[in-house]
Antibody
Framework: QVQLVQSGAEVKKPGASVKVSCKASGYTFTTYAIHWVRQAPGQSLEWMGWINAGNGNTKYSQKFQGRVTITRDTSASTAYLELSSLRSEDTAVYYC?????????WGQGSLVTVS | SYELTQPSSVSVSPGQTARITCSGDVLARKYARWFQQKPGQAPVLVIYKDSERPSGIPERISGSSSGTTVTLTISGAQVEDEADYYCYSAADNTEGVFGGGTKLTVL
C-alpha cells in the first residue's frame, strides 16, 4: 500500500534551518508530485509548495519564496523540505502529500518547534 | 495571491443537513476539493472536482459549485462527521491555496 513516512520531530533555534524528509513507498515515486502543507497549532492548513518528482521542477507559495527549498532523491524515493531563517511563527506540523485526485496520500506529519 | 473564504464554524443537530461554503474568485475557473480533518489526524480528501466523491466516502457527503462559491453538503449529519473541513484549489501556475477551515459541530 502507498505510504509516505516522514522524519521525526525537530526543535530549532530562531534563525536556524530545518530539513524534513518524506519517504514514499508502495508506488513508483515519479508517478505523483509531492506537496508540502503545514499547520500551526490551532490554525488552518497552509500550502507551501510542490515538486514534480519526475523532473524535479518546483513551485513555491509566494509567502515562502526565498526561504523554502523542496528537493527529491529519486534513488531513495524521498522528498525533502528545507525551511530557513526560522522564526517562532514557523512552529507547526509539516505534512507531505501527493494531493492528487487519483491518489491522495498524506504523511503522518513532522512537528517542527522553533524556540 | 489567492484567497478562499470559509465560515469559521457551522453547527447542526444529528440528522440535519450541514452546508459549508467556500468562496473565491479562483473557483470560477478552477476545481475545488474538500478535506476532512479530525483532531490529531492528517486530512482526508472527501470531495474533488467540486462534486466527485472518492471511493469509501459516504454518499451523504456531496459537493456543488456555482460561480465563485463551492458548497460541501452533509445530509443527515452524524456525530462522526464532526471535524474541521477545508476547501482547496490550485490557482494559476499550479500554486495551491486552502481555505481557512470550518469547524463542524454535530450535537
Amino acid at each position: 500500500q502507498v505510504q509516505l513516512v516522514q522524519s521525526g520531530a525537530e526543535v530549532k533555534k530562531p534563525g536556524a534551518s530545518v530539513k524534513v524528509s518524506c519517504k514514499a513507498s508502495g508506488y513508483t515515486f515519479t508517478t505523483y508530485a509531492i506537496h508540502w502543507v503545514r499547520q500551526a497549532p490551532g490554525q488552518s492548513l497552509e500550502w507551501m509548495g510542490w515538486i514534480n518528482a519526475g523532473n524535479g521542477n518546483t513551485k513555491y507559495s509566494q509567502k515562502f519564496q526565498g526561504r523554502v527549498t523542496i528537493t527529491r532523491d529519486t534513488s531513495a524515493s524521498t522528498a525533502y523540505l528545507e525551511l530557513s531563517s526560522l522564526r517562532s511563527e514557523d512552529t507547526a506540523v509539516y505534512y507531505c502529500t501527493t494531493l492528487a485526485v487519483t491518489g491522495d496520500y498524506w504523511g503522518q506529519g513532522s512537528l517542527v518547534t522553533v524556540s | 495571491s489567492y484567497e478562499l473564504t470559509q465560515p469559521s464554524s457551522v453547527s447542526v443537530s444529528p440528522g440535519q443537513t450541514a452546508r459549508i461554503t467556500c468562496s473565491g474568485d479562483v473557483l470560477a475557473r478552477k476545481y475545488a476539493r474538500w478535506f476532512q480533518q479530525k483532531p490529531g489526524q492528517a486530512p482526508v480528501l472527501v470531495i474533488y472536482k467540486d462534486s466527485e466523491r472518492p471511493s469509501g466516502i459516504p454518499e451523504r457527503i456531496s459537493g456543488s459549485s456555482s460561480g465563485t462559491t463551492v458548497t460541501l453538503t452533509i445530509s443527515g449529519a452524524q456525530v462522526e462527521d464532526e471535524a474541521d473541513y477545508y476547501c482547496y484549489s490550485a490557482a494559476d501556475n499550479t500554486e495551491g491555496v486552502f481555505g481557512g477551515g470550518t469547524k463542524l459541530t454535530v450535537l
